[in-house]
């Protein structure tokens, strides 16, 4: 024990790995946990104005948008703000060269303009239980992991029927701290979503990708929409009688700005960290993980690139697509940056040690030391399986024609049954028929032909040969020559063209099946499917499998000891709803620099060059800049489009509300900086910042720009 407490007060120090500003934190722990962190940072509202279940908090005003992003009511009829490339898509497809909404911006005048979104939905959590005494009471004793996967699974299904029955509600159980707690959570989806405005893309997405992950920022990264219900405020398929929803809350906008150190959180959805791998996890994502599907990705990017810049049928088609592809690729190089810059492996490493040293000495502390040693263990044994999963995944179906023709592996099946069900076969073929027109309608064979030649060579060059699928008849019969091969798949296939693949499915019966099969492009394709399922996927689970036990018992030591440090952990992020709190704050992103906290309108002026796509921007915002007409958005004689602040965030926190200390919205979080972006595996309070679009450059675009003031007036406006 004395020995305990001497290494306590050692360490105590130097153990903290948890830093200033890190962590996205429960909400419905915030009492418990944070509550005296955020006052002293100057939060100014009751915690339990921020999440509770027995009244309204301002959690019921926040959305989960789509499938990975955040949004914020900030209207009692229902109006939902979230980023311009989370509504991306439902702007490009409503978009067409004629209605070039994606270019020119929409703005709906009044209620009947706004435009249905069929697919898209909006969730509110309704509250998250603490079920992990349910759950781990009844599994603690099951060593098998898939037994105590299944019994989860079964605990969870009478906990999830028991909470929704007879509501309108629908739940999930959730594992946190790597299975160490279990929480229940209840939501309320709506499915009639409409769209309300959005800027044109010269605001809206303003540096494109070259401005991407980094400061100084000016995009305008906003879309509005509304949630309609029934008539009696549930939620309902989209129909045209349905009303706009009105909101359990919805946040008031403060219009008096951001200063320096001013306190700040940020409300929604992070989708995935990785705070608590260990070194060789990392070691993989620096090595291997991160340069590999970088440069998988740099050859697909430079193919459509040269494409979408000549042809604007090809712009509107792969818009969204390449925004996609660029998005991780540009924020993987900066993690490996930040990650190198941080010693990240080695800091771990010392970590690690620690760790060890604090196991010795504790009850229990031998299941510690054997998870950590066999984590890093198992993480060099999976090394090159993880390498071979990039490469199937990045390369062979970074390909669109792979991806596409993995659709008709239905059709193989149900042609090989015995006896064949014609009629199943027919209806199989008639779904794929409508799944084409969807696919061919966003397709351009070119850029994917170029990318084919380009990825399979890579393919067979990256994968590790005891996994690689035998593609020698690519040396033999094209002599090595993948322009060949490309061209020899692309002219012979049927399904390279709308027209041959609707001709082909027409017609297909079982007797076809060789057709099928011998296809080039499907056959290429089952050649990888067959070799990555038979000597890849199984081993990749089956240590995928060791490393979650380990993992658990890892975090449940590392959970222990911040406990024995008086520290505080979170739960890495896991698309559930979090809080992170900080505050307005700039940072010095390389020696003798120092980047301020926020943006002004100069600097797109700065930026602007009508001959660059990346940087155009719409003649009227120029002209109400040189006119100074700001409206009351302006500060200092200027308006700031973006700023800084100190909140720890991720993927998914895209939309997310940013609230001042009064909990009042002074913006929309939208990204990260470049120096930051390694934040998902370790944090730098140094230079982790989040971007927010400030709230009044949001609303000088509705107002100003596109004269949609009946917007404004529906919102709570706090001068
Ligand atoms: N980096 C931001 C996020 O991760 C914005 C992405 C959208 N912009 C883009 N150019 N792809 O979502
Ligand atoms: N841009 C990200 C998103 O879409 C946010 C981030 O990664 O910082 O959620």
Known sequence: ???????????????????????????????????????????????????????????????????????????????????????????????????????????????????????????????????????????????????????????????????????????????????????????????????????????????????????????????????????????????????????????????????????????????????????????????????????????????????????????????????????????????????????????????????????NDVKDGKMYVNSINQLNELYIKIRPYSIAVDYYTEALKGIELMNFVNNFSKLESLAKEQPANEKAIRDAADNLINASKGFFKNYNASIDREIFSRLIKAYRTGTPAEFEADLSFIDKKFKGDYEKYADYVFSKSHFSTLEKCEKFLQSFTAKKLKSLTNDPAYHLLSLGNAAFAEKVKQPNNDLQKQIELMQRTYMKGQMEMAADFKQKIYPDANSTLRVAYGKVEGYEPRDGIMYKYYSTLTGVLEKYDPNNYDYRAPEKLLELYRKKDFGEYSSNGNITPCFLASNHTTGGNSGSPVLNAYGQLIGTNFDRVWEGTMSDIMFDPERCRNISLDIRYTLFIIDKLAGARWLIDEMNIIK
Request: hydrophobic share 35%.
């Open 1 to 359: 024990m004395i020995k305990k407490l001497i290494f306590i007060i050692l360490f105590a120090f130097q153990c903290l790995n948890i830093k200033a500003d890190e962590g996205m934190w429960l909400p419905m722990l915030l009492q418990s946990i944070n509550a005296d962190a955020m006052y002293s940072k100057g939060l100014k509202i009751p915690i339990d104005s921020i999440y509770s279940v027995n009244k309204t908090s301002l959690k019921d005003a926040i959305v989960l948008f789509g499938g990975g992003c955040t949004g914020e009511i900030i209207s009692n009829k229902g109006l939902l703000l979230t980023n311009h490339h989370c509504g991306y898509s439902q702007i490009v497809s409503h978009s067409t060269v004629d209605h070039d909404y994606l270019t020119n911006g929409f703005w709906a005048m009044n209620m009947s303009e706004e435009l249905p979104c069929p697919g898209l939905t909006a969730t509110f959590i309704i509250r998250m239980d603490d079920v992990t005494d349910t759950i781990l009471n009844q599994v603690n004793s099951i060593t098998n992991e898939d037994e105590r996967n299944n019994k989860i699974r079964v605990i969870a299904d009478q906990l999830i029927k028991s909470a929704t029955n007879g509501t309108q509600y629908k739940a999930e159980v959730k594992p946190f701290y790597y299975g160490n707690k279990y929480f229940l959570i209840i939501t309320e989806t709506f499915k009639d979503i409409r769209m309300v405005g959005a800027p044109p893309s010269g605001i809206g997405k303003f540096g494109a990708d070259a401005d991407n992950w980094m400061w100084p920022r000016h995009t305008g990264d906003f879309s509005v929409f509304r949630i309609y219900s029934d008539k009696d405020n549930n939620s309902a398929e989209y129909s045209k009688d349905n009303i706009p929803y009105t909101p359990r809350y919805s946040f008031p906008i403060s219009i008096n700005g951001v200063k320096e150190n001013d306190f700040t959180m940020v409300y929604g959805f992070p989708g995935r960290t990785q705070e608590y791998i260990p070194k060789e996890a990392v070691r993989t994502i620096i090595e291997n993980t991160d340069p590999n599907r970088i440069s998988l990705r740099d050859t697909r990017l430079k193919i459509m690139d040269k494409y979408i810049r000549s042809n604007d049928t090809t712009r509107l088609q792969y818009a969204s697509k390449y925004a996609g592809v660029e998005n991780a690729y540009k924020k993987w190089q900066g993690e490996v940056l930040g990650l190198k810059r941080l010693n990240a492996i080695e800091e771990k490493s010392a970590f690690e040690n620690k760790f060890i040293r604090w196991a």
